[in-house]
């Protein structure tokens, strides 16, 4: 007996969008096996079918040294860590924001509140448990990813605006005085 959660459909055009229009960066961090994380990698596009294997495990991630860690991590081909734990996945965040990224983090259940809490921010699943609400900024009622493009969309151009505004009222109020 086999048993598959197959990828929505719309999670590899959505994986693309956010790769080449929006310039973020995705990584999977995922509980499961290599070759199964691989698999999944290859089926949402995040890594190409002549790519070799990407994953790093979480056993592996846990006992690099902080140096080895955020030189992995800074490597733009790193894509996956398989077998992780919550410990692992909190320690990403610090390294990747500790480079200088703003780190967005989804996640549904218990185990990913660190990790939630201490991303810039923080995206849990509509269906996700009480805690990861709790911890999490934002979230997501549909458990799409195609909803993280959109709240994307909207945060920069509401940020542009912002700004925006700011340098119409310098100007105005420059000439005012």
Not at 98 to 105: F, K, P, Q, R
Not at 120 to 143: C, F, P, Q, Y
């Amino acid at each position: 007996v086999g048993i598959a959660d197959p990828i929505r459909d719309d999670v590899k055009e959505a994986i693309e969008t956010c790769k080449d229009k929006a310039g973020v960066r995705v990584i999977i961090v995922t509980g499961d096996t290599p070759g199964t994380a691989n698999e999944i990698g290859r089926q949402i596009g995040l890594i190409g079918k002549d790519e070799p294997d990407q994953t790093v495990t979480g056993a592996e991630f846990a006992a690099m040294s902080h140096a080895d860690a955020l030189r992995l991590v800074s490597d733009p081909g790193f894509k996956i860590i398989s077998r992780a734990r919550p410990d692992d996945k909190a320690r990403l965040v610090t390294l990747l924001q500790e480079n200088g990224e703003v780190v967005a983090v989804t996640g549904d259940g218990t185990n990913d509140a660190p990790a939630l809490s201490k991303a810039h921010v923080g995206l849990s699943m509509g269906d996700g448990t009480a805690r990861a609400k709790e911890v999490s900024d934002i979230t997501i009622l549909d458990n799409s990813f195609v909803s993280i493009n959109k709240a994307i969309l909207w945060g920069r151009s509401l940020y542009l605006n912002i700004r925006r505004f700011i340098y119409f009222q310098m100007t105005i109020n420059v000439c005012a005085c």
